[in-house]
């Protein structure tokens, strides 16, 4: 596993995820429950989910 990155947009806050770059994908965390887990995504997924962030997909 790669080291795990947050997003630099969660600064000075606990409540968010961080991401650890994989060969086939990303894998995905809490930062709450650090050992609680995680989950893998394929690469197409990872880029599918990027891409509905970055177009304001999920902004309520």
Excluded: I, N
């Amino acid at each position: 596993m790669a080291s795990w990155q947050k997003s630099s947009y969660s600064q000075g806050t606990d409540s968010c995820v961080e991401v650890g770059a994989l060969s086939g994908g990303a894998a995905v965390r809490d930062t709450k429950d650090r050992d609680g887990g995680y989950f893998v995504t394929t690469p197409a997924q990872w880029s599918s989910f990027v891409s509905a962030v970055k177009h304001g997909r999920f902004e309520r």
